[in-house]
């Protein structure tokens, strides 16, 4: 057994979150006609089990009707090495290793030495504690929640604490972020973030922008009451694929809705969807790495 699997399994506790997520296929467009009228719907299925600490996260997902049991799991895990802190996550053959630093003094996060996060003093310090000390992996996927692409970490979206939402208090100041293009590796991107809050202390505009005037990201609160939120997000990738989506959750009730619509500029084709959340269910696990039996048990619940 592996160092990672034995610092996992020497938990006492473990827990597993289940998601059922139905995909409904709403066509695909060119120049605003359908081009295909079929409307198909498939499914989802996520499992997440983590340690007590959240230090280690496994992965399972399962797309549409066939589900192979004996799919290896992704991991993801946190650790610290003096003043860094490493974010390894793994999947098959594919490794994506993230370095993070906090700075008391400036009340800020690096990420792989060029990015930079500013936080007020209230989620500085509640982040420090949770990630910095404690290697709480489903904090720091909250923070990074509208940047995850950027780190390759999509795969977590749906692990993340929420804390941010639920804690009026807790504000990101601004961003600063670099990243190469992928069709021309010589270009680098210079990107500022801003942030910002209403009245009540909820997000209600993100903005990243290069120094170019380029945007990349742009994120409107629609709606806010109780503890539901909804977003309408614009994500332009290097003008080539352009996202536009209105995303929808509870914090309270772990519920989901997004819809999207993706322009493949160069095709000119547009594809539509809806993801709508079935089943959210937080369970007991006596292990982190799950066998079939175990899978196929938690798969089969409404």
Same mark, same amino acid.
């Given at each position: ?69 004996? %799919?290896?799991? +992704?991991?993801?895990?946190?650790? $610290?090495?003096? =003043?860094?802190? #490493? ?5 098959? &053959? *594919? ?61 977590? %979206?749906?692990? +993340?604490?929420?804390?941010?939402? $639920?804690?009026? =208090?807790?504000? #990101? ?5 670099? &990243? *190469? ?122």
């Amino acid at each position: 057994m592996s160092n990672l699997n034995v610092l996992a399994q020497s938990s006492k506790f473990y827990a597993t979150v289940y998601i059922l997520n139905k995909i409904i296929d709403e066509g695909e467009y060119v120049n605003d006609e359908r081009i295909n009228t079929k409307q198909e719907i498939n499914t989802n299925h996520l499992i997440y089990t983590y340690n007590f600490k959240k230090d280690t996260i496994v992965y399972y997902d399962f797309y549409g009707s066939e589900i192979n049991t004996k %799919k290896k799991p +992704s991991v993801c895990s946190l650790a $610290k090495r003096k =003043d860094t802190l #490493l974010l390894s996550f793994k999947r098959n &053959s *594919y490794v994506n290793k993230i370095r993070l630093n906090f700075n008391t003094q400036e009340k800020s996060i690096s990420i792989n030495d060029n990015d930079i996060f500013y936080l007020n003093g209230v989620y500085y310090k509640y982040l420090y504690k949770s990630v910095n000390q404690n290697l709480n992996i489903k904090d720091l996927i909250d923070l990074l929640e509208d940047f995850l692409e950027d780190y390759n970490l999509e795969d977590l %979206k749906f692990i +993340s604490s929420n804390e941010k939402y $639920k804690h009026r =208090d807790f504000k #990101l100041i601004k961003a600063y972020m670099e &990243s *190469y293009r992928s069709q021309a590796t010589d270009c680098l991107d210079k990107w500022n973030i801003k942030f910002s809050y209403n009245k009540k202390g909820i997000l209600n505009y993100v903005l990243k922008k290069s120094a170019e005037d380029d945007q990349s990201l742009e994120k409107k609160l629609i709606i806010s009451k109780d503890k539901t939120f909804k977003y309408r997000i614009s994500r332009n990738n290097e003008s080539r694929l352009i996202v536009n989506s209105e995303e929808s959750f509870n914090t309270s009730k772990n519920s989901y809705n997004s819809k999207i619509s993706a322009l493949q500029v160069g095709l000119g084709k547009e594809t539509k969807y809806e993801i709508k959340r079935i089943v959210y269910k937080v369970l007991n696990s006596k292990k982190i790495f799950l066998d079939q039996k175990e899978i196929s048990k938690i798969i089969a619940l409404k």
